[in-house]
């Protein structure tokens, strides 16, 4: 299995390299050459599987010789064993033809760590074999630094920093990153937002002196591994619902469109997917977008559901490249276009993605009432990120389509917003009541790339 850039001038990586890389050298995103398809036959037999096995199965493929088959599944199984679910990712229902996938069981309550405690022990495991040390530098809005630190704090052979937006993040997400006492892990609150931490860390992989000289890697959701390790809940959720022998659909809030893209290439290798449907907030740059606007950036508004607050949708760019028929040239023109504004997308590309995906956006207002109201109709407590999905769900499905609703983390994770929809203070989970009592270790930096760079050179373990 061979991954190639985005942008068409990087060299072809197998998958280990293009994990271990992140960024492709051209600016682009790896994706895989070919997508592997899975048979009807195939899906079946996962029927009562375990989540793990599901895993090995459907990851299998595009792995390629990196990893054996029982390195591989011992990988899988250290990954999830930290969860507080035996199933993983349980499915409930919400209403009549309506679930919602639970994907807030993992270390920190977010979809993250599927795809975050996956890369941790791969990583481990390949550069403890080549004998190597990197570090990682990762930018979030929350959900994606928490994963990244518990994932992967402790471990000998990496250094990792994460850039969040000063004030912009949830306390409990803030308090994940900063309270985890491992010398490797560093929490870096940047004097900006979550674009200007994204942008930053673009700078860095674009500065080949830096990113050589540090052994820069990258988790962000532009990584490859971490889109795969994402495709596995959509196989597993479908086939729960009857897959293949019926359609299903999926509502995903979206904001680096990572989660979604997993779904798109979840329905390529042949899962029966009847319709993928974005669900923005307030920032609603993708759901413009689909709906024929072209892709314009506007001031990112800080919303109550801020894992979703981000104008520039960074694997945006791997189905872009798809949409205009694998041609790197004209990806490359489109993302020089967006460095100074956006661009807009033609007839025949927009025809692709409107068939690929739905969209539809809600207003904080919207969110809030869908809380409420979703507590009243099936007793279920959502955090925002999720009920923008259930709105939008609500708005766009088909009654004769099971729907299925990504709930991307647990409520506790923002509890400001979900007490002012429910009136409900959601209690933390046991095993991290702790939280506030730990103390905090965090620095404060400008939004600065000169500064950043500095930071990291300074700490990075030699
Ligand atoms: C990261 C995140 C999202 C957005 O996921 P993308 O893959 O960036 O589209 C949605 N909800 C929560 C809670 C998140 O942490």
């Known amino acids: ?107 920190t309550l977010a979809f993250k760590d599927f795809a ?52 912009r993040v949830s306390e409990v997400q803030r308090r994940q990153m900063t309270t985890p006492a491992d010398s490797n892990v560093h929490a870096l609150a940047v004097d900006g937002d979550f674009d200007d931490c994204q942008a930053a860390l673009k700078d860095m992989f674009n500065d080949f002196e830096f990113r050589d000289g540090v ?33 299903v659909s999926f509502t995903v809030p979206t904001g680096n469109f990572g989660d979604i893209f997993a779904g798109y290439i979840a329905k390529r290798m042949g899962l029966p997917i009847d319709r993928l449907v974005v669900a923005t907030n307030q920032n609603d740059i993708l759901h413009r977008c689909l709906s024929g606007q072209g892709y314009h950036k506007g001031p990112t508004h800080p919303s109550i559901s801020p894992s979703m607050d981000i104008q520039v949708s960074s694997n945006f760019e791997r189905v872009l ?55 009243r109709t099936s007793t279920e407590l959502l955090c925002p990120h999720s009920a923008v999905g259930v709105k939008v769900a609500n708005d766009r499905r088909d009654p004769a389509v099971p729907m299925i609703t990504l709930a991307t983390a647990h409520p506790a994770k923002f509890p400001a917003a979900v007490e002012q929809a429910s009136g409900i203070h959601p209690p933390l989970p046991p095993r991290m009541s702790d939280l506030f009592e730990r103390p905090e270790r965090v620095s404060r930096i400008a939004n600065d790339l000169a500064a950043m760079k500095e930071f990291i050179k300074g700490h990075i373990a030699k």
């Open 321 to 375: 490249y798809d949409a205009y028929g694998r041609d790197g040239g004209a990806v490359t023109q489109l993302m020089d276009e967006l460095g100074s504004g956006g661009f807009d997308v033609s007839q025949g590309a927009l025809e692709f993605l409107r068939e690929q995906f739905d969209s539809g956006r809600a207003s904080e207002e919207e969110t809030l009432s869908t809380i409420g109201a979703t507590l």
């Open 116 to 167: 975050m405690q996956l890369i941790g022990q791969l990583f481990q495991a390949a550069l403890a074999r080549r004998g190597e040390r990197v570090t990682i530098v990762g930018a979030t809005s929350g959900d994606t630094g928490s994963a990244a630190i518990e994932a992967f704090k402790g471990l000998s052979n990496v250094d990792v920093f994460i850039l969040f937006p000063h004030g």
């Open 1 to 107: 299995m061979k991954y190639i850039s985005t942008r068409g001038a990087a060299p072809e990586l197998s998958f280990e390299e293009a994990m271990l890389t992140g960024l492709a050298r051209d600016g682009g995103l790896y994706v895989p050459a070919e997508i592997p398809q899975v048979s009807a036959d195939e899906i079946a037999a996962l029927s009562g599987l375990s989540y793990e096995e599901t895993a090995f199965r459907i990851m299998r493929p595009f792995v390629g010789d990196s990893f054996d088959d029982d390195a591989f599944r011992a990988i899988i199984a250290r990954a999830y064993a930290g969860f507080d679910h035996a199933a993983r990712a349980p499915l409930v229902q919400l209403d009549q033809n309506h679930f919602l996938l639970e994907l807030f069981h993992g270390p």
């Open 215 to 247: 052994r820069l890697a990258g988790v962000n959701s532009i990584n490859w591994a971490r889109v795969l390790a994402q495709v596995v809940y959509y196989f597993s959720a479908a086939v729960s619902l009857g897959a293949p022998h019926r359609k």
